[in-house]
Every structure is written in C-alpha cells, then in structure tokens.
C-alpha cells in the first residue's frame, strides 16, 4: 500500500452505490475501503464491496479483440463491425440491427449507444438487461407520476416509523442499506413488514414476515387500498388537489379478495392496522414485485395507497424503488430502453422528438418504439434482427428461455460482444468479441437508487487493448460515417452533452435536470462529489412530489385501478412446482467477477433448490443430494438444499450458475418468457417445473491447483485460495477411478489411491515432491469431507490428505458464514454455545460479523437457532 491519498470511486456492484477508496498496490491490485464521506454507505461495505480487490487482475481477461475466434486489431474488429452494421441497415432497414446494453454500463456508455442507436440509426432497437430488472418500477411510475421518479432518499428509510419490504431480500442484495436500516430500527424502533413468499434473511429484523402465496401482492395491496378508505386514513385534500382516478381505483379495490395470498386473516389485519395508523411509512420494492407479469400492476398497487394518503415525498414516507445495478437510474435518465427517449423524454411525444432530433442533429430519429429485450432475442431468433451487439451483460445465461436465446444468438448472422472475457455464455457464441475495460479501469458515473450521481474513477490502467465501452460504440458510429457526432475524446465531454441535453428535457416539463452540471470543466468533472438530481438553478437534489407537481398533463398524479391475476404460468400435474428464482449473498449475477473471488465463493458454492422438507420427503429427496428440475423450456440438476424457509411446491433457486461453473446450472432455461403486457418484463420468480431424485450412482469432491476438465452428469466449480474445488456426480459406476481422476486433473502423474471397500469411499490424490497437487473424494452419497480443510491441503503434504480420517483433529470449521473474516458456521455455533448472548458477542469470540456486517442476519439466525435448538440443524 501507498501512501498517496485513496482514489475516491463507486462500489459496481449493486444499486446501493456505496462510495469506496482505492489504493493501487503497484502491482495491477488494489485496496479498497469504505468512503466514510459517501452519503450512500458513510464508510460501510458488504461483502462484496469489500472482496473487491480479489476480482481484479489480467487472469482469465480478454485483452485483445477476437474477430471469428481469432486475434485482430482493434481497427480490423471496428471496421467489421461498422461495415456488418451499415450493410444491414443498407439492406433490411434500421429495424434489422439491435444493440443490447447494460445498468453495467456508465452514464457515459449508455448515453453513446442510446444516442447512436435512436439518433443516427434511427431505430429504437436499443434495450438493456434493465428490462429485466426494472422495467416494471419504470411502467408504474410513468403511469402513477407522468415520469420515471423515485420520490424519496435513502434517509427516509431512516427518518420511517414502519418500513414494508416488498419482494426486496434487502439483507443480501442492498446490504448497505439493510445495515442503515437495521441501525435506524435499533436507535428509534422502526417497524418492519417483510412481503415474500420466502423467508429470507431480510425477515430476521421483521416485526412481521408475510409470507403471501407467490404473485398475489396486487391483492394484498388493493385490499389495504379499501381499508385505508374504510378507517378514514384517505388523505382527502391531497387526493383532490393533486390526484385523479380515485374513485375507480376505490370501485376496484372494492372487489379484492386479500385472501388469495393465503394469509391468515389477523395477520392482514394487523399489517393493514399497522400501515393505517402509521404516518411515516416506507414501502421498498424489488424483484417480486418487478419480475412478475403483473409487475406494473404491483408497483400501482403500492403506489395507489402513497397517493391516497398523501405519504409521498414526505421524510420518512414515500414508495421507494430500490435498483439493482450499479448505474440502473443511469440508463433510465439516458433513456436506453426501447421505449424511451433521452433524459426521461417520451419516445412517443412529437415535440420532445423533435426537441432531441434538434440537439443532437442527426440524419433520422427513432420514431416508434423499438424490440424490448425478450423481442429482440425471439427476432433474432426469426432471422428479423440481423446483427446484434451484446454489451456488459451475459443474456445467454440470464434472459427467460435461455436455451431459446443461446440458439438466437447463434442463428444471428452477426453478433458482436463486448466484455471483459471471451469465455462467458454469450461471448463464446460471438462473431466479434471487443476487450472492454472493467471497473477500476474506466471512469465514467454511475446513479444509485437515490439519484445520487457518482463518480466511478479508473485507479489502474487498462489491460492489454481493452478500451471503455463508450469508445467503442463512438469509434463504430464515427466508422458508420458521423465523425462529428461521436467525436468524443473523454468521458467528461459525453457527460456535458448528457446534462445540456437534461436541462432541454427540463425546458419541456420533465423532472431529471441536471443542466447545472452542464458547464463542468473537465477539472470539475473529475473531482465531482456525489451528487442528488436535479441540479439546476432553483432547483436541488431533495424529494419529489410532496406538495404535488406531477409531471403528467394535468399535473395530477393517476390512481390506477388494479386487479389481482395469477401468474402467467399455470401449474399442471405434469409440472407441479412454481419455481422462484433470485440471488445469494456474496455472488453477483453471472459470477464473472464474484466467483473469481475465493471468499466470496465459500458462502454458497454450488447451484442449489432449496425447497419445503414435505415436498422432499414426497420426491425422495435427500438433503445434500441431488435434484433434477424441468421445465416446458429446459433442464438443471441442482444440489438439494432442504429448508423451511420456502412454502410447500414454491421452491428457490439462485440465478448464478452458467455453463461457465456447472453442467446444468443456469436457471434461465427454465424460466418462462411470459411478459408483463405494459413494461415487458418477464416473470423471473413463477415459472412452472416438474422436480425429480437425479439418480446419482457416486458422489466426489475434487480439489486441484490447476484448472480441472470435468466431464461428468454431474459438476459444478468454484475458486479457492490454492486452486479449484469441484463438485461431482454421474448416473453410472466408473470402473476406473484412476483414469477418471488423471483426466479431471489433466494429470500423467503417478496416483496414491486408498479405498474404504466397507464404506465404498476411495480417496485418490496427485502429488508433487510430496506437495498435494490435486485429490478427489468419491463415495456412494454425498461426501461428507470438510472442504475447506481439504482446500487447505494443496501445496501441503499429500500424505496428510490419505490419512483415516479427513481433516481429523483439525475440526470441520463448516459452511463459510462470514467471509471477510472466514469464520464458519461451526466457530459461530460454538461461540452460540459457550455463551455469546447476542450478535456484538459473536464478533468478538470469532470475528465474524465486524467487517461488513452482510453476515450478521446469519449470526442472529445461529444464536435463535442455538436458543431452540431442535431448529440448529
Ligand atoms: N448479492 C447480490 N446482490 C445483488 C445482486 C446480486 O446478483 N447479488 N444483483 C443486484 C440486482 S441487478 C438486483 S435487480 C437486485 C435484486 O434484489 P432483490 O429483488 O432483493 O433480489 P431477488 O433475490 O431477485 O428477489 C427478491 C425476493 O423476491 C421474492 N419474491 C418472489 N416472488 C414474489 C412475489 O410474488 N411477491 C413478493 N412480495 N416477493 C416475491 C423472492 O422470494 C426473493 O426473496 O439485487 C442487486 N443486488
Ligand atoms: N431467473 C432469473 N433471471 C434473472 C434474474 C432473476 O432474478 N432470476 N434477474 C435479472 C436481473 S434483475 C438482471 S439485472 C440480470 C443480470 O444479468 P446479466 O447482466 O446478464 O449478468 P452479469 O453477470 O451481471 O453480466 C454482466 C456481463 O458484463 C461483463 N462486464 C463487467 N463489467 C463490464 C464492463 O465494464 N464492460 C463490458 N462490456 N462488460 C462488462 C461481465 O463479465 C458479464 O459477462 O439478470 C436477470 N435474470
Ligand atoms: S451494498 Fe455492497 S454491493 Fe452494494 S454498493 Fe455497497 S458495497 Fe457494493
Ligand atoms: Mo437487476
């Protein structure tokens, strides 16, 4: 470490947009530390942010560009890219050429691609892993407030006496956050309400879990919509001065039957009492209420019962969309999807067309909406769309119907990617793949959940050839023949037009304003602070709408009447289960950058179902075995993980795994491409899949320093400090395991084996001048070897790993709870056990906790599981 100051940036990952301190360490890493001057995290990190420095590095990293699987120049990949790009266009029309982005992408990125896209080629054939994600919040918002705005701050989940988490697994996926909340409920007894069919760590600071049937949360919200009118809660003035649609909306909820979530009556009841008596409430939403065909009718929902009592805009009161990605807000003020303009203007509305068509000066602005991502894959498909960009984002592994967009991709007749690997699901399907440079590596900003602009700075050099995004898209629309148009040299003259062209859109009435920032230097934009929009002349950065101010015509916020519906997919004796499907903890989508990361890849390390003890018990699932999963789409084999935590015949899955990390793990083949019918957003979290025993014959751990060529039925890999672990299984007997072991490892090296005929355990290891080099374990269920120790054991004598028992008299420290600290489950339940009373008391036994805190809901759920201790297990 240096001495010279940290590099303030942002944390890439997830919507929170903590603020973080970069020290290059000289030798292509860095180390990274909270911000405590950012306003999103105060210093705080998860633990993702904090493992950030272990993703980095040229390992694995695309470095040049590859034109059909070979090497080439940057100005050869262009010109291709360029030439496919115009001939289509030449031929077919704008509407035969798509780009599909990312809220990975920069401000800058997005606002480049969008403008080349709507502004230049004329088409509206731009949409982005957003669609996604957070289409839905988009759709409702417009409906409710006439713009895509988050009303509130992240101080209102502070400054609430009642926070109602909708579909939002807070405690993993906005870990920050979580922690100001949890924090805030400590100091003044903020209320919490936990919505989701399953319970989730989030749910450990709950006053109150609501575990509804999956999808019925237009229901329970309509319902509350009646009762807030019924106990006279109607905030009548604001109502008639600043809302319409009420008294349709009341007709409607008049006919909700909140008894399709399968609730207990009292327990609506109180939840109802409780959001009725309480002024200052906080509704957060996420994916289950956005990953839904009826996700646009949710998020009216939610907004419905704000408007009608006035609880908008207020401290401590408002709906609060919280995003995703790092930059989600970012592409929506760019207007990157297919059905928006720039800086939150209508795609559809003449004047603001003819406004932007004027800034930008273009030969042909995009007149009509474009193909929204699912569209786009199934027109690719059909042979409609093609040539295709794919940029910072993984479709074919994270897109409904993967299987279906994996064959799209590659019946397009030209697909570029643009990424930071050439191995990812997507790009190995490619025709060109572009080197792009990653986080630590480019500059740009970025927009949290509450408006607030960030910068993300470049604290090391670019790798190899790989250029930023944004040059990339400029380079191309400069090769398509608008030189002047895309003559960008820096991020900071992209981020001027961007906030020019938002002071315009302001001009027409719109809410994102940031035409203050317009007059940056380039000084000034590289030392920007964060931010909140708008910022402009007399106007700034705080909450929206709570005196009114819509941004529709009548500057009157619509009360949108809904109605219950059920899921798309229907479940049938063929295909009985409703598999929901999100995230884990310390893994990040795709797992390009998390899984490169040994701690984080402990927490969870394989593709898991987790699912209701009645429902395995019926299919004979054991747990730690194996099960296969099939939908009317495709096919995954999942590690079993029995838990209470989901309902009966509603079991989870993580979206993590590819093909990259397991033979069938990614969970998107599964899935449904049903749509909402407003925002197109698929149904992530209810498609329908029959579940059956995957008939294993043999189980085997495997570790190995070098990377391992699995081939079997069943496998799936993870990072370790020393190397790789992996997971096997397979449907037949190997007759010889010797072969099998010198064929995963790669290996001519002579193998000591020791069998246990009389339990059918075999334990084969490789060595190198006594220094463990590789070892497999196999049994006939699943091996039961500390994998940690085992992991520990490479580079160390390889006569430990053949003796009687593994990992004896060193204890099995089991599943990693905290992986800042790498404290297992077992430290914890000891410390439980000898007496820590409470989650502080854990930390200073262990450690575990005092880092980033993501882990401590696992904590508190060890020592109430300690407390009763039939539930330890
Ligand atoms: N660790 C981690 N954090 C992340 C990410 C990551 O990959 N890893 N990704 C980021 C991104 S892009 C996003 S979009 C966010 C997502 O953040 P979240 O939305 O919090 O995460 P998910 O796990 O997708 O889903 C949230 C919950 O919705 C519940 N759910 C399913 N169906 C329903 C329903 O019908 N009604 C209700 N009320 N709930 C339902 C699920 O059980 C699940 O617990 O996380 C961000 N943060
Ligand atoms: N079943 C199911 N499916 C889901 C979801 C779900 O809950 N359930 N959630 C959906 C949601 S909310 C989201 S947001 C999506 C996320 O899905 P994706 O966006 O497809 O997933 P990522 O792994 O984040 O993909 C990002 C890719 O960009 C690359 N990359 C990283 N940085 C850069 C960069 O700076 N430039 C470029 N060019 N490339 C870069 C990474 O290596 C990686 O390959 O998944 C969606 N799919
Ligand atoms: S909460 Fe974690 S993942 Fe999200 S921005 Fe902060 S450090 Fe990054
Ligand atoms: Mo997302």
Redesign the pocket.
């Known amino acids: 470490m240096t001495g010279a100051a940290p590099i303030r940036s942002t944390c890439p990952?997830?919507?929170v947009g903590c603020g973080v301190l970069l020290r290059p360490d000289g030798a292509g890493g860095l180390s990274v530390a909270g911000d405590p001057e950012h306003p999103a995290n105060r210093g705080r990190l998860?633990s993702?942010g904090t493992a950030l420095g272990d993703t980095l590095g040229t390992r694995g990293r695309l470095l040049h560009p590859l034109v059909e699987g070979r090497r080439a120049t940057w100005d050869d990949a262009l010109d291709r890219v360029a030439s496919r790009f115009s001939e289509a266009v030449a031929m077919h029309g704008p509407g035969s050429i798509a780009f599909y982005v990312s809220?990975q992408f920069l401000t800058e990125d997005y606002y480049v691609a969008n403008k080349l896209m709507k502004g230049f080629i004329g088409s509206a054939n731009i949409d982005t892993?957003s669609r996604?994600?957070?289409a839905s919040t988009v759709a409702g918002h417009r409906r409710a407030f006439g713009t895509d705005t988050v009303p509130g701050t992240y101080d209102d989940l502070e400054e609430a006496d009642l926070v109602v988490i909708?579909?939002?697994?807070?405690a993993?996926?906005?870990?920050v956050l979580y922690r100001r909340l949890a924090e805030a409920r400590e100091r003044r007894g903020t209320r919490v309400v936990v919505?989701?069919?399953?319970r989730?760590a989030?749910a450990d600071i709950a006053d109150m879990h609501l575990a509804?049937?999956?999808?019925?949360?237009v229901a329970l919200f309509a319902g509350l919509f009646a009762h807030l009118h019924e106990a006279g809660a109607i905030d009548g003035t604001f109502v008639l001065d600043h809302t319409e649609g009420f008294d349709a909306t009341l007709d409607a909820a008049a006919t909700a039957r909140p008894g399709a979530t399968g609730l207990d009556p009292d327990a609506i009841e109180a939840f109802y009492r409780l959001w009725t008596r309480t002024e200052r409430v906080v509704t957060l939403?996420?994916?289950?209420?956005?990953?839904?065909s009826r996700g646009t009718d949710?998020v009216s929902a939610i907004l419905n019962c704000h408007l009608a009592t006035g609880r908008i805009g207020r401290p401590g009161s408002g709906p609060f969309s919280?995003?995703?990605?790092p930059n989600?807000m970012g592409g929506r003020e760019v207007g990157g999807l297919a059905n928006t303009l720039a800086a939150h203007l209508d795609l559809e509305d003449p004047t603001h067309r003819a406004a932007v068509a004027g800034f930008w000066d273009g030969p042909r602005l995009a007149d009509r909406q474009g193909l929204k991502a699912v569209e786009m894959f199934r027109a690719a498909a059909q042979g409609r769309v093609k040539a295709l960009w794919i940029a910072c984002t993984n479709p074919a592994a994270t897109m409904p119907e993967a299987d279906m967009v994996r064959e799209a991709i590659r019946a397009c007749d030209f697909v570029v990617v643009s990424d930071l690997f050439a191995t990812t699901d997507t790009a190995r399907l490619a025709d060109v793949v572009l080197p792009a440079a990653g986080w630590g590596e480019k500059d740009g900003t970025v927009t949290n959940s509450d408006r607030t602009i960030s910068r993300q700075r470049a604290a090391l050099g670019l790798p190899g050839e790989a250029r930023p995004d944004w040059a990339a898209f400029a380079e191309v629309g400069r090769r398509m023949g608008w030189p002047r148009a895309f003559d960008y040299a820096r991020p900071a003259e992209i981020f001027r037009e961007h906030a020019a062209l938002s002071g315009l859109a302001a001009g027409l009435g719109r809410d994102f304003d940031i035409s203050g920032l317009a007059g940056l230097s380039d000084a000034d934009y590289d030392a920007l602070a964060p931010i909140r929009w708008p910022v402009a002349t007399g106007r700034s950065g705080g909450r929206f709408f709570g005196a009114g101010g819509f941004f529709t015509p009548t500057g009157r916020a619509r009360i949108h009447p809904v109605r219950q519906e059920e899921?798309a997919a229907r479940t049938s004796p063929r295909y009985p289960f409703r598999l929901?499907?999100?995230?884990?903890?310390?893994?990040?989508?795709t797992m390009t950058r998390?899984g490169r990361s040994a701690r984080l890849s402990r927490h969870m390390a394989e593709p898991f179902l987790q699912i209701h003890p009645g429902d395995a018990a019926r299919l004979g699932l054991v747990p730690a075995g194996l099960a296969r999963v099939r939908s009317p789409h495709g096919e995954a084999v999942l590690r079993v993980l029995v838990s209470e935590a989901?309902q009966p015949g509603h079991p989870?899955a993580?979206?993590?795994w590819t093909d990259e990390t397991a033979s069938a793990g990614r969970i998107d083949a599964l899935v449904e491409a049903a749509t909402d019918p407003v925002s197109g957003q698929p149904e992530?979290?209810?498609s329908v899949v029959a579940i059956e025993r995957f008939e294993a014959a043999w189980y085997a751990f495997a570790v190995s320093s070098r990377p391992v060529r699995p081939s079997a039925d069943y496998w799936a890999l993870a990072q370790d400090e020393a190397g790789v672990r992996a997971e096997l299984a397979g449907l037949v007997p190997v007759t010889d395991w010797p072969r099998f072991a010198a064929d995963l490892f790669g290996t001519t090296a002579v193998p000591s084996v020791f069998a246990d005929p009389a339990r059918g355990d075999l334990r084969i290891a490789f060595a190198r001048n006594d220094r463990l080099e590789a070892a497999l374990f196999v049994a006939p269920r699943p091996v039961a070897v500390s994998r940690g120790h085992v992991a520990g054991l490479l580079g160390q004598e390889a006569s430990q790993v053949l003796a009687a028992r593994p990992g004896a008299g060193r204890g099995d420290p089991g599943p990693t709870v905290c992986s800042c600290m790498n404290v297992g489950r077992t430290a914890i339940l000891s410390a439980c056990m000898a007496g820590a009373v409470d989650v502080a008391a854990v930390g200073q036994a262990t450690g575990a906790g005092v880092t980033c805190g993501s882990c401590r809901p696992e904590i508190a759920a060890l020592l109430a599981a300690v407390a009763r201790p039939e539930a330890a297990e």
């Open positions: 990952y997830c919507g998860c993702k809220g892993n996604l994600c957070m909708v579909g939002s697994n807070l993993w996926c906005h870990p919505i989701d069919p399953r989730t989030t509804l049937r999956p999808g019925t949360d939403f996420s994916q289950g209420v956005n990953q839904s949710k919280v995003t995703g990605q989600a899921p929901n499907t999100g995230r884990v903890r310390d893994h990040w989508h998390t989901v989870f993580p979206m993590h992530s979290k209810a």
